[in-house]
């Protein structure tokens, strides 16, 4: 199936990846995670300009060096976390499509992507990807929640420490792209 991407040389993308069925594999598999965003960067040049790994899903904005291969980026990711997490659905719960594929049931098979148009849109979708661990309620605080890049951001004076907090929610814009 050919899908409709748009591909901005020198572009940010915002993508979501989800696991299958929204199975919370993300966090208790992270190390694996991480090995398989650092093996792909040895393949493809990217960089990671903001990411939180929630339970059942991943928000990321990727400025790959080439821009082409965002979607193989994607691909590598998530064949790389697959062949060594093992299987974490019971193979009778997937759906039939996924067992004719002989496919693990990790990750829904398509992934949502968005091309960033311009600097104030990349700000607000790095807010987006910050505050996400608070809209689903998992902390109270974007500080902690560790699977996030916003530490990074506060070490570098982008962000202060208490940004973000549930009563600090009306000074962040454009929080809804789910």
């Known amino acids: 199936m050919n899908y409709r991407r748009v591909f901005v040389p020198n572009g940010y993308v915002h993508i979501i990846i989800t696991s ?3 199975n ?8 694996i995670l991480r090995t398989s965003f650092r093996n792909v960067q040895k393949l493809y040049k990217f960089e990671i300009t903001a990411i939180c790994v929630l339970p059942e899903h991943i928000h990321l904005i990727l400025h ?4 082409d291969n965002y979607p193989k980026i994607i691909s590598s990711i998530k064949h790389c976390f ?3 997490v093992g299987q974490v659905c ?4 997937l759906k039939i499509g996924y067992k004719n594929k002989r ?16 600097e104030e849109e990349l700000n607000n979708q790095i807010n987006y990807i910050h505050y996400n661990p608070v809209k689903h309620g998992l902390v109270n605080k974007v500080k902690d ?5 916003f530490h990074k951001f506060v070490n570098q004076g982008l962000y202060e420490n208490d940004w973000g907090s549930i009563d600090d929610i009306k000074n962040v814009k454009d929080l809804d792209f789910e």
């Open 64 to 67: 790959p060096e080439n821009i």
């Open 103 to 118: 496919e693990k049931g990790i990750f829904q098979r398509r992934y949502w992507e968005h091309t960033i148009k311009d």
């Open 145 to 149: 929640w560790q699977y996030s890049s």
């Open 82 to 84: 697959s062949r060594n």
């Open 24 to 31: 919370p594999v993300f966090i208790d598999n992270i190390e």
């Open 20 to 22: 299958y069925e929204r």
């Open 90 to 93: 019971p193979t009778y719960d």
